[in-house]
């Protein structure tokens, strides 16, 4: 009677685990034929879901993803490639899944992007940031300091965003060192200075990726924050030249005060290692001493203000003149503008790696001297996240591109999507393998 209550007993524990075996197996082979669309998106699916119930809609940006969101919610739940380090944009679900599958998490760094907002920047600025999350890896910190009026606009869009997994944000509002508000407020653009106290501001932060608002991503945001690793150790900040081409530099040929190396450099993108910039002593022309950043500007901005033109980057360019060693230069294909490519493209690596960081300034997103440039703005201002990066951005962008040939940058429009291809092709690859 025992021996018979045991074969059963082993009968059925034998029949559990083939039935526990069979399944995993089917489970497997789900997640594999999902490879191609696994993203991050379903938790943020979920996510979001949630959210939307809760928030009203914004800006637009709500309606349209409804639907891709509810095909996500269908998608395999478990990703590998998920379970980013907690601390980052610690959400809890991270902990949740962790404890949950007993996996451990090792922390990595963050990127910090920081952007300054003012006037009718919103639109621009928003784009910026989103090109910046389609494609980059890491969790990004995002320091948004902009006019108060702006704000709710911002946390409008910005909460609705999916993916909260992957982002963080704070706002701030434009501050200057009490004493001379005025004059720091009025130079070249309003606001535009803000970004040098940035070091003195967000002083907990170590390195910083700064850009302007008319900057766009066509590669990871992880791969330009990969310099930070390659400084020496006299460097503190990284920038592009302003020029290629000495003949039509413009510091080279108009400048009436010092400048960084053959044309001057260009500060739309900047990336800081902010400890260090905050603990360097500079070299300057107005003392014998050597004075701390926080210390140097003023007295730069009162020396020089009636001879720079380009505001806060003219400051930068003489502040690097007299500490050339503290400089890291990195190429033009990280810092593309219409200078680039309308007198003749003159970008040799943007010409061999494709352009990985347009810049769209003289406000070429929003007129039609550029095509080209107006073209990549629009297409990423009208992605939606979730959409097919293939078709409803890649596709159409081809099509809008071929029609600008005409142009001396649409002669060369296959540079502008060339790094393009390669990080949409990455984004769905690297996925969809996981870690
Ligand atoms: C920035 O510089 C400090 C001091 O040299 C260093 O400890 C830190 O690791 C640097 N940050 C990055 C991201 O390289
Ligand atoms: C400003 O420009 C004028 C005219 O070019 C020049 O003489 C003067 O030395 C410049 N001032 C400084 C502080 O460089
Ligand atoms: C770091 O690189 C800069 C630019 O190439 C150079 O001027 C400086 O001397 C280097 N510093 C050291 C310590 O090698
Ligand atoms: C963006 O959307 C608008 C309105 O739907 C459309 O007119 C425009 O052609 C689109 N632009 C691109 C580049 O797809």
């Known amino acids: 009677m025992r021996r018979r209550v045991r074969l059963v007993l082993l009968c059925f524990v034998c029949g559990f685990c083939s039935l526990l075996y069979a399944f995993s197996q089917l489970s497997d082979s789900l997640e594999e034929r999902e490879s191609g669309i696994k993203t991050p998106r379903s938790t943020a699916a979920l996510r979001s879901g949630r959210r939307a119930r809760k928030g009203a809609g914004s800006v637009g940006l709500g309606e349209r993803r409804q639907s891709s969101r509810f095909k996500d919610l269908s998608m395999s739940n478990w990703n590998p490639y998920w379970m980013l380090p907690s601390d980052v944009c610690g959400m809890n679900y991270f902990w949740e899944t962790a404890f949950r599958y007993s996996i451990s ?60 997994e992957k982002f963080k944000y704070t706002l701030y509002p434009i501050t200057f060192p009490s004493e001379n508000a005025l004059e720091w407020k009025k130079l070249f653009k309003p606001c535009a200075s803000q970004r040098l106290f940035l070091p003195l501001i967000l002083k907990d932060v170590d390195s910083l990726l700064y850009v302007d608002t008319d900057i766009l991503f066509l590669r990871p945001v992880d791969d330009i924050w990969a310099f930070l690793r390659k400084f020496n150790s006299t460097q503190i900040a990284a920038m592009a030249p302003e020029h290629e081409e000495p003949r039509i530099g ?46 140097l500007l003023m007295p730069l901005l009162k020396k020089y203000k009636l001879n720079i033109t380009w505001g806060d980057q003219d400051l930068l ?98 540079v502008f999507i060339k790094r393009l291809t390669k990080s949409i092709k990455n984004h769905y690859g690297t996925r969809s393998k996981g870690i």
């Open 250 to 295: 413009w510091y080279n040929r108009f400048a009436r005060h010092p400048y960084y190396g053959k044309t001057g450099i260009n500060s739309g993108v900047m990336l800081m290692n902010m400890t260090r910039m905050r603990r360097k002593y500079f070299k300057n022309d107005m003392t014998t001493a050597q004075l701390r950043w926080g210390e």
């Open 317 to 414: 360019n003489i502040m690097f003149f007299y500490n050339p060693d503290s400089l890291f230069i990195f190429p033009c294909q990280w810092n593309y503008r219409p200078d680039h490519c309308i007198y003749g493209s003159n970008c040799q690596e943007a010409e061999e790696e494709g352009i990985s960081i347009l810049h769209g300034n003289r406000g070429v997103y929003h007129d039609d001297k550029q095509p080209v440039f107006r073209a990549i703005y629009e297409v990423l201002q009208n992605h939606s996240f979730g959409d097919d990066l293939v078709h409803s951005l890649l596709h159409p962008l081809e099509q809008k591109l071929q029609k600008t040939a005409h142009t001396y940058c649409g002669r060369i429009h296959q």
């Open 105 to 164: 998490i090792k922390p990595t760094e963050k990127m910090h992007l920081a952007v300054v907002a003012c006037g009718e920047r919103l639109e621009e600025t928003v784009t910026m940031l989103k090109s910046a999350i389609i494609f980059s890896i890491k969790c990004l910190h995002f320091h948004i300091f902009a006019e108060d009026q702006l704000h709710k606009s911002f946390k409008d869009i910005l909460d609705y965003w999916p993916f909260p």
